[in-house]
């Protein structure tokens, strides 16, 4: 297993993934995210790969300077997706993967890292509590057409 940060050759197997996680873009769309990031000096994309050249994982980590609910300091870390292939999962990967999103927020200076999740995404609240996260709030959020 080797994780480094996203190349171009890994682009188109980092989209799929991300096309997974998050299939409520279109690819188009999401792409268009993909080369923000990449070409973004505040935020990073991980992969993992099994030793063999197949991607299994990545994670999506940003610097965020505006304020993040129940943090006390700034900048921020911030998770902002992380995914593992199915049949990897439970294999300590994304644990692997937020200790590299950890190590490049500090190396940005940032002292907290934070995270969120559907409020109905019961796994991914467990999981984030596995990683030492704890909860801060919840919030609910509106939007009326005018």
Known sequence: MRVHKVKKEDF?????????LWPKYTENELRKEFEKIVASKRE???????GNGATIGFINV???HEYVPGTTSSPVGYVEGIFVQ???RKKR????LFWYGEEWAKSKGCKE?????ELRNEASQKFHERLGFREKSILVHFIKKI
């Open 113 to 117: 890292m934070a995270s969120d999740t």
């Open 44 to 50: 990073e994309a991980f992969l993992c790969d099994d």
């Open 12 to 20: 188109e197997s980092w989209l799929e993934m991300g096309l997974l």
């Open 62 to 64: 940003s610097i965020r």
């Open 86 to 88: 199915e049949q990897y």
């Open 93 to 96: 990967i994304a644990q692997t």
